[in-house]
Protein backbone atom coordinates (compact mmCIF):
# COMPACT_ATOMS: atom_id res chain seq x y z
CA UNK A 1 0.00 0.00 0.00
CA UNK A 2 2.68 2.15 1.06
CA UNK A 3 4.41 1.67 -2.38
CA UNK A 4 0.87 2.78 -4.11
CA UNK A 5 0.32 6.18 -2.18
CA UNK A 6 3.86 7.63 -3.32
CA UNK A 7 2.71 7.41 -6.98
CA UNK A 8 -0.58 8.30 -6.88
CA UNK A 9 0.60 11.75 -4.63
CA UNK A 10 3.20 12.63 -7.52
CA UNK A 11 0.78 12.77 -9.87
CA UNK A 12 -1.93 14.32 -8.10
CA UNK A 13 0.33 16.63 -7.63
CA UNK A 14 1.29 17.02 -11.64
CA UNK A 15 -1.87 17.08 -12.60
CA UNK A 16 -2.52 20.28 -10.08
CA UNK A 17 0.08 22.13 -11.33
CA UNK A 18 -0.48 21.32 -14.81
CA UNK A 19 -4.26 22.62 -14.58
CA UNK A 20 -2.63 26.01 -13.01
CA UNK A 21 0.46 26.46 -15.67
CA UNK A 22 -2.72 26.28 -18.04
CA UNK A 23 -4.56 29.48 -16.51
CA UNK A 24 -4.86 33.10 -18.73
CA UNK A 25 -5.02 36.51 -17.97
CA UNK A 26 -5.75 39.42 -20.35
CA UNK A 27 -4.64 42.98 -20.33
CA UNK A 28 -5.74 46.06 -22.32
CA UNK A 29 -3.68 48.26 -24.82
CA UNK A 30 -3.92 51.35 -24.82
CA UNK A 31 -2.91 54.27 -27.25
CA UNK A 32 -2.64 58.04 -27.58
CA UNK A 33 -2.44 60.27 -30.64
CA UNK A 34 -1.74 63.77 -29.33
CA UNK A 35 -1.53 66.85 -31.10
CA UNK A 36 2.39 67.63 -32.25
CA UNK A 37 4.09 70.51 -30.32
CA UNK A 38 4.74 73.59 -32.26
CA UNK A 39 6.68 76.72 -31.56
CA UNK A 40 6.37 80.33 -33.30
CA UNK A 41 8.27 83.43 -33.36
CA UNK A 42 7.11 85.74 -31.21
CA UNK A 43 7.31 89.73 -30.93
CA UNK A 44 10.71 89.90 -30.77
CA UNK A 45 13.81 89.34 -32.78
CA UNK A 46 17.55 88.54 -31.48
CA UNK A 47 18.89 91.89 -31.79
CA UNK A 48 21.90 93.17 -30.59
CA UNK A 49 20.80 97.05 -31.47
CA UNK A 50 24.00 99.32 -32.68
CA UNK A 51 26.95 100.13 -31.53
CA UNK A 52 30.76 101.23 -32.87
CA UNK A 53 33.26 98.26 -32.27
CA UNK A 54 36.76 98.57 -31.79
CA UNK A 55 38.75 99.58 -35.16
CA UNK A 56 41.42 97.20 -34.79
CA UNK A 57 40.51 93.78 -32.50
CA UNK A 58 38.02 91.76 -32.46
CA UNK A 59 35.04 91.88 -29.73
CA UNK A 60 31.99 90.01 -28.86
CA UNK A 61 28.85 91.16 -27.40
CA UNK A 62 26.73 88.39 -25.82
CA UNK A 63 22.49 89.53 -24.52
CA UNK A 64 21.16 87.61 -22.19
CA UNK A 65 18.65 85.60 -22.74
CA UNK A 66 16.67 87.74 -20.15
CA UNK A 67 18.00 91.07 -21.74
CA UNK A 68 19.11 91.57 -18.36
CA UNK A 69 22.94 90.68 -19.19
CA UNK A 70 24.94 92.80 -22.09
CA UNK A 71 28.48 91.47 -21.71
CA UNK A 72 31.40 92.57 -24.21
CA UNK A 73 35.22 90.97 -24.18
CA UNK A 74 38.16 91.51 -26.28
CA UNK A 75 39.12 94.84 -28.42
CA UNK A 76 42.29 97.16 -27.14
CA UNK A 77 39.82 99.78 -27.02
CA UNK A 78 35.83 99.74 -26.36
CA UNK A 79 32.82 98.75 -27.62
CA UNK A 80 30.39 102.00 -27.99
CA UNK A 81 27.05 100.84 -27.48
CA UNK A 82 23.99 102.80 -28.66
CA UNK A 83 20.17 103.02 -27.39
CA UNK A 84 18.47 104.42 -30.49
CA UNK A 85 17.93 100.91 -31.92
CA UNK A 86 16.59 98.43 -29.26
CA UNK A 87 18.13 95.65 -27.69
CA UNK A 88 16.10 92.66 -27.37
CA UNK A 89 16.09 88.80 -26.81
CA UNK A 90 14.25 86.35 -29.16
CA UNK A 91 10.95 85.17 -27.91
CA UNK A 92 9.45 82.02 -29.01
CA UNK A 93 5.60 80.72 -28.44
CA UNK A 94 5.51 76.97 -27.87
CA UNK A 95 1.49 75.04 -28.27
CA UNK A 96 0.76 71.74 -27.02
CA UNK A 97 -0.83 69.23 -24.70
CA UNK A 98 -1.60 70.51 -21.43
CA UNK A 99 1.28 70.73 -19.02
CA UNK A 100 3.72 68.58 -21.03
CA UNK A 101 7.76 69.54 -20.74
CA UNK A 102 9.42 69.98 -23.93
CA UNK A 103 13.48 70.21 -24.83
CA UNK A 104 14.10 73.39 -27.11
CA UNK A 105 17.31 72.67 -28.95
CA UNK A 106 19.18 75.58 -30.37
CA UNK A 107 21.64 76.26 -33.11
CA UNK A 108 25.51 76.13 -33.00
CA UNK A 109 25.86 79.67 -34.81
CA UNK A 110 24.30 81.78 -37.39
CA UNK A 111 25.41 83.75 -39.95
CA UNK A 112 24.66 88.05 -40.41
CA UNK A 113 25.14 89.62 -43.44
CA UNK A 114 25.69 92.68 -44.08
CA UNK A 115 22.67 94.47 -46.10
CA UNK A 116 24.92 97.22 -47.69
CA UNK A 117 27.48 94.98 -49.43
CA UNK A 118 26.27 91.25 -49.53
CA UNK A 119 28.80 90.00 -48.55
CA UNK A 120 30.59 90.99 -44.98
CA UNK A 121 29.01 88.89 -42.21
CA UNK A 122 29.41 88.39 -38.08
CA UNK A 123 28.51 85.02 -36.69
CA UNK A 124 26.01 84.47 -33.37
CA UNK A 125 27.27 81.59 -31.40
CA UNK A 126 26.69 80.61 -27.78
CA UNK A 127 22.92 80.76 -28.26
CA UNK A 128 21.15 80.28 -24.52
CA UNK A 129 17.60 80.18 -23.23
CA UNK A 130 15.99 81.42 -19.98
CA UNK A 131 15.08 77.57 -19.40
CA UNK A 132 16.91 75.45 -16.91
CA UNK A 133 18.69 73.16 -19.41
CA UNK A 134 16.59 74.13 -22.41
CA UNK A 135 13.56 72.20 -21.17
CA UNK A 136 10.14 74.34 -20.39
CA UNK A 137 7.05 72.76 -19.54
CA UNK A 138 3.91 74.19 -20.55
CA UNK A 139 0.59 75.76 -18.80
CA UNK A 140 -2.70 74.79 -20.11
CA UNK A 141 -0.45 74.19 -23.06
CA UNK A 142 1.35 77.56 -23.90
CA UNK A 143 4.51 78.78 -22.87
CA UNK A 144 6.97 81.01 -24.36
CA UNK A 145 10.90 81.20 -23.88
CA UNK A 146 13.57 83.48 -24.31
CA UNK A 147 16.59 83.03 -26.78
CA UNK A 148 19.87 85.01 -26.56
CA UNK A 149 23.81 84.62 -28.06
CA UNK A 150 27.02 85.91 -28.08
CA UNK A 151 27.86 88.42 -31.40
CA UNK A 152 31.09 87.86 -32.96
CA UNK A 153 32.51 91.56 -34.65
CA UNK A 154 35.98 91.18 -36.16
CA UNK A 155 38.18 93.89 -35.78
CA UNK A 156 37.47 97.22 -38.43
CA UNK A 157 34.10 95.52 -38.74
CA UNK A 158 32.44 97.59 -42.29
CA UNK A 159 29.77 99.64 -41.29
CA UNK A 160 26.38 98.25 -42.02
CA UNK A 161 22.95 96.66 -41.03
CA UNK A 162 23.61 93.15 -40.81
CA UNK A 163 21.16 90.21 -40.39
CA UNK A 164 20.50 86.69 -40.93
CA UNK A 165 18.27 83.97 -39.23
CA UNK A 166 18.58 80.87 -37.14
CA UNK A 167 16.48 78.17 -36.08
CA UNK A 168 14.94 76.90 -32.58
CA UNK A 169 13.66 73.20 -32.71
CA UNK A 170 11.39 71.79 -29.61
CA UNK A 171 10.18 68.30 -28.90
CA UNK A 172 7.88 67.10 -26.10
CA UNK A 173 10.31 65.11 -23.45
Not at 38 to 54: K, R
Not at 77 to 93: E, Q
Amino acid sequence: MKNFKLPLLALALCLGFSAKAQQSATATATASIVAAVSCSQGENNLAFGAMNPDATAATTLALSPAETTLATTGGSGSLILYTFLPRTAADFNVTGIGTANYTVTLPNSATLTNQTDGTTQMTVDNFTTNLTSNIGTLIDGASTFYVGGTLNISGAQPVGSYSGTFQVTVNYN
